[in-house]
């Protein structure tokens, strides 16, 4: 129980961890990112056209008041009787400074500020000396500021002043002041910060859905993909994506996805049908073996001929089904890919001996093909295991005194081909694929149940495959099955012996 909380908990919160919600967030860290960068640039960018704004009009002020200061060897006098007229005629001029200002040496301070305005000849409200009035911020910000730029805070705001000396004949004879309030500067500023809030919140918001609407469309394959895979793994293998967006990664993936699970339920059925079969034919001996056995425990005197007959059908059924469990163990080990062990064979011997102990099997006319002499790189058990499959078939789709014919020749490039045939009824064309499937039998082989289950054809193309050669089915000369096999490693011995060998042929 105590698992379930955590549990919950993940779930919950698992959809963050999604594609969604990271598209979101990456394009979220971006925008303000962007955002971020682009409105520290506006905003000091403002502050400093603004401030050089103000600075350029104090600066023309502060010429312009020059300009009306007498040009030759003024006394303070004249130059304090200059600004005076100045600042009474200042309506007239497009003055835009607020605060002015004229410090004259030797004549005091001539100013728009009443409190700094000090008549000439008063030495008691000389430049450096503070008055008996309580002087305001602004006149003290005014009489103590250095020429040049500079901005002080009075009552609160920003005050941008400018100072500049005045000389005449070389000599510095006054300092002109200009002040302005620098409040529009942070009035800017400050509608820059407000654009940027509501515009920025307003972009981020869209940005944001649409980056969730646009990962939602695009990981809906994916979370398709995602619950079909769940429901395959859950046990159902008809389940597909069937994918139809744009032909994009996503796509490729889902398509290829559905070719797997193609693949998959093919083989799970082939799987189904291989041990539904396989059941089956071992089922068929036990229900005789069964029958057997209670006729003969019904029987109250029992004779000695009576046991010989259930031994002998029971001992041809166990045998049977061995024969067949051997099949299928060994189909079992050509599906994990370790059926055979290749090694060089002698040709002539090795099929000489397997023909003879097959003319021993049956009544039938066999004929063996000239061999051509050279080695084969093969398993040897196995081959010979093909060859008697293919030769018990022959035998069993013939009658007595019937044809059955081994032919071993080259096929040039390394290739060498083991046929057999017989005179038999022969392969219908359109079987000739499906006789190599597993269980696998025509139907006339059927309804004469004799033979094998059907798996004699399977374990040879197995065997010749796992070799890397091919097995295939046509007909005979003389109108029956022709079946033959093609292996690769096979080495003539010496060219005139396969020269020859070419001549006969
Ligand atoms: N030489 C042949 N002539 C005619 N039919 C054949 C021959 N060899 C194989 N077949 C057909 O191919 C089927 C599969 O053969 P096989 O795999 O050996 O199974 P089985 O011999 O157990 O029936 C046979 O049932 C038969 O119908
Ligand atoms: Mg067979």
């Given at each position: 129980m105590s698992l379930r909380g955590p549990g919950g908990e993940r779930s919950r919160w698992r959809w963050l961890r999604g594609l969604r919600a990271r598209l979101a967030l990456a394009i979220s860290v971006i925008l303000v990112a962007a955002l971020g960068t682009a409105f520290v640039a506006t905003y000091r960018g403002t502050g400093t056209q603004v401030r050089n704004q103000i600075d350029e009009d104090l600066r023309t002020d502060a010429q312009l008041v020059d300009s009306r200061l007498p040009l030759l060897r003024a006394k303070p006098g004249e130059i304090a009787e200059a600004a005076e007229e100045y600042l009474d005629e200042?309506?007239?001029?497009?003055?835009?400074?607020r605060l002015f200002m004229v410090r004259i040496r030797g004549a005091g301070n001539i100013s728009n500020l009443p409190d700094l305005s000090t008549a000439e000849g008063d030495p008691r409200l000389d430049r450096d000396v503070a008055g008996p009035r309580r002087e305001s911020d602004e006149s003290r910000a005014l009489r103590t500021a250095d020429l040049g730029f500079s901005t002080v805070r009075v009552n609160d705001e920003p005050l941008r002043l400018y100072f500049v000396q005045v000389t005449r004949g070389g000599r510095a004879v006054a300092e002109i002041g200009v002040g302005e309030s620098a409040a529009s500067v942070a009035r800017a500023q400050s509608g820059v910060a407000r654009t940027f809030l509501v515009a920025g919140t307003v972009t981020l918001l869209a940005a944001i859905a649409l980056g969730f609407a646009f990962a939602t469309r695009l990981s809906r394959p994916l979370r398709r993909m995602a619950g079909t895979a769940a429901r395959v793994s859950a046990g159902d293998l008809s389940q597909r994506i069937g994918s139809t967006g744009p032909q994009d990664e996503v796509r490729v993936l889902a398509d290829a996805f559905d070719r797997m699970l193609d693949r998959l339920e093919n083989a799970f059925a082939r799987q189904r049908g291989f041990v539904a079969d396989a059941s089956h034919e071992l089922r068929t001996p036990l229900t005789v073996i069964r029958g057997q056995l209670e006729v003969l425990a019904r029987q109250t005197d029992v004779t000695p001929d009576d046991v010989r007959h259930v031994d002998e059908v029971v001992r041809t059924e166990v045998v049977r089904m061995e024969r067949l469990v051997e099949d299928l163990l060994l189909l079992a080990r050509a599906d994990e890919g370790e059926l055979v062990r290749p090694a060089p064979l002698d040709l002539a011997p090795f099929v000489t001996e397997l023909f003879d102990a097959l003319t021993l099997t049956a009544d039938r006319t066999f004929e063996l093909s000239d061999v051509p002499p050279g080695r084969l790189l093969a398993d040897e058990d196995r081959i010979a295991q093909v060859v008697r499959n293919l030769a018990r078939n022959a035998v069993e789709h013939t009658g007595p005194g019937g044809l059955v014919r081994l032919t071993v020749r080259s096929l040039g490039q390394g290739r060498l081909e083991f046929a057999l045939e017989d005179?038999?009824?022969?392969?219908?064309e359109e079987q000739r694929d499906r006789v190599f499937d597993r269980f696998h039998r025509t139907d006339t082989a059927r309804a004469r149940?004799?033979?094998?289950?059907?798996?004699g054809l399977a374990i040879a193309r197995a065997i010749v495959e796992a070799h890397g050669g091919r097995i295939y089915a046509d007909s005979s000369p003389e109108g029956g099955a022709r079946v033959a096999f093609a292996l690769p490693g096979f080495r003539a011995a010496g060219k005139r012996a396969a020269k020859e060998q070419a001549a006969k042929s």
């Open positions: 200042r309506a007239l001029f497009p003055l835009s400074a005179d038999g009824p022969g392969i219908p149940r004799t033979g094998g289950a059907g798996l």
